[in-house]
């Protein structure tokens, strides 16, 4: 655990008791902090009694006294309006924070130069940050990982010389850390997303843009206006490293064909592995993905002075994935099984019709969310029959009328049972059983892990599959 010694003595209130919050509270009692634990819910409350973490009524407390306040990162900071706890801080000069400037502070304070590497952007950090990890473990180094991926930063080992700290960072806990300074600070891409936390985009991405402005080096992904224009600023201020993977770019990374190139100043392009059969990092936008991790792991190495002469073909082709995202889960002959629950709107289930372009049997439907699958129509094509669960399938059903086949499961069991039967009778070179819900989850299932899980049970039950084992 890394113990929060910049507040000992102080007095800290902590709001918003789940996995990030028990931990902040740890920390800094641990550390000889004075605690002030609460939450609105029951369950919070309980599982701080349960860590002998003293609590304290935050609505009634005088707050003159706290140091600062650590905050949740689901907790709103301003959007659609401060959540009550940050009016209290606000009114009495108390800083607002999260549990990443924590592990910040501690990092200035007892190993500034220790490598950490901070990755956000709408789609793709998750995959990012696992990626970057696995490429520095897969070359002897020692890595911690955590943030918003695995474990609260503030359960991992404290930094040192020589340990990679490698964090993804949603923009709700950018906000919450005011001396976020990387060594590499990786920004992928900016969508709309979270637009009810933030008011607008513009304000979403400033927030995004500050994982890059106050890193050692800052990479850049390019293929969106805000990606560029962030490039772009960054160059009057510091070291920048730009990477794409719809363009070539010099200097810069970028993807021939598959394969990962960094092109240098001097014009010499380097090939520094493929993505040829690599089954995890499927499609273009892991493609974007890939390109982010080499560039971070390559220019953090720079920078500590080591090799970059790494088997990175090595790295990527046993990248075993995430699990949820276009997860190849196992085959019953030429049959595919794929598992993109974490699919949980259009944009996302785009990426993987993208990546299935053909001979699809895809399960779709949930809780559905605004504009529905419409957006999807240009991808129809592909998908050889749709098997609808949930509460969308009214509305999905009335969308794909006329222009794909479809039935109504309702429940996964049945779509995962209708959609092999009628994958196996396909003339297909490859045919794909994907879940891809492009919905949310919690009309049938506690959130999209259970959603996958249970299509994962459900396919390692189907006679004569061959389930995948992860390197």
Not at 136 to 145: F, K, N, P, T, Y
Not at 150 to 161: A, C, K
Not at 201 to 213: C, M, Q, S
Not at 429 to 456: H, K, M, T, W
């Amino acid at each position: 655990m890394i113990r929060a010694t910049s507040f000992e003595g102080k007095s800290v209130a902590v709001f918003g008791l789940g996995a990030s919050g028990i931990a902040a509270a740890l920390s800094l009692r641990d550390a000889g902090a004075i605690v002030a634990a609460w939450d609105d819910g029951i369950p919070g409350r309980e599982a701080a009694i349960a860590n002998d973490i003293p609590l304290v009524d935050l609505s009634v407390a005088d707050w003159s006294g706290f140091a600062a306040l650590v905050l949740a990162p689901g907790v709103p900071l301003t959007h659609p309006e401060p959540h009550w706890t940050v009016k209290r801080a606000e009114e009495n000069g108390v800083a607002i924070i999260g549990d990443i400037e924590i592990f910040a502070r501690e990092r200035a304070l007892h190993a500034p130069r220790a490598p950490f590497i901070a990755i956000t952007g709408t789609n793709g950090k998750s995959t990012t940050t696992a990626l970057v990890a696995h490429i520095l473990r897969h070359a002897g180094q020692d890595v911690q990982m955590g943030g918003n991926i695995g474990r609260p930063i503030l359960t991992l080992e404290p930094p040192q010389p020589g340990r990679f700290h490698v964090v993804e960072m949603s923009s709700f806990q950018i906000d919450l850390t005011p001396t976020l300074a990387p060594t590499i600070g990786v920004m992928l891409n900016v969508t709309p997303d979270h637009l009810d936390r933030h008011g607008t985009i513009e304000h979403y991405a400033e927030i995004k843009e500050r994982v890059v402005l106050g890193a050692d080096i800052a990479a850049v992904g390019i293929d969106d206006d805000f990606g560029l224009a962030m490039m772009r600023r960054r160059i009057n201020v510091g070291p920048v490293v730009a990477f794409s993977a719809e363009k070539s770019i010099a200097p810069g990374y970028s993807l021939l064909d598959d394969t990962i190139v960094c092109n240098n100043r001097e014009g010499l392009a380097i090939k520094l592995g493929s993505l040829t059969g690599v089954a995890t990092l499927r499609g273009r936008h892991n493609g974007q993905n890939a390109l982010a991790a080499v560039a971070a792991v390559r220019e953090c190495l720079n920078v500590l002075g080591r090799s970059t002469d790494l088997d990175w073909q090595g790295a990527l082709s046993s990248f075993p994935g995430l699990p949820h995202r276009m997860e190849e889960i196992g085959r019953i002959g030429k049959v595919l099984y794929v598992n993109d629950s974490k699919a949980t709107n259009a944009d996302s289930t785009e990426k993987a019709l993208k990546s299935f372009p053909k001979d699809v049997y895809w399960i779709v439907g949930g809780k559905p969310k605004a504009g529905g699958i419409a957006s999807l129509e240009p991808y129809f094509g592909g998908i050889a029959k749709a098997f609808l669960i949930g509460e969308a399938s009214d509305q999905f059903a009335a969308t794909l009328d006329g222009k794909v086949p479809f039935e109504r499961s309702g429940t996964l069991d049945e779509a995962v049972w209708s959609a092999s039967d009628a994958a196996r009778m396909s003339d297909g070179i490859e045919p794909v059983v994907l879940l891809s819900p492009a919905c949310a989850s919690y009309d049938q299932f506690r959130n999209f892990e259970v959603r996958g899980d249970c299509f994962r049970g459900l396919v390692a039950g189907l006679p004569g599959i061959e389930m995948r084992t992860v390197p």
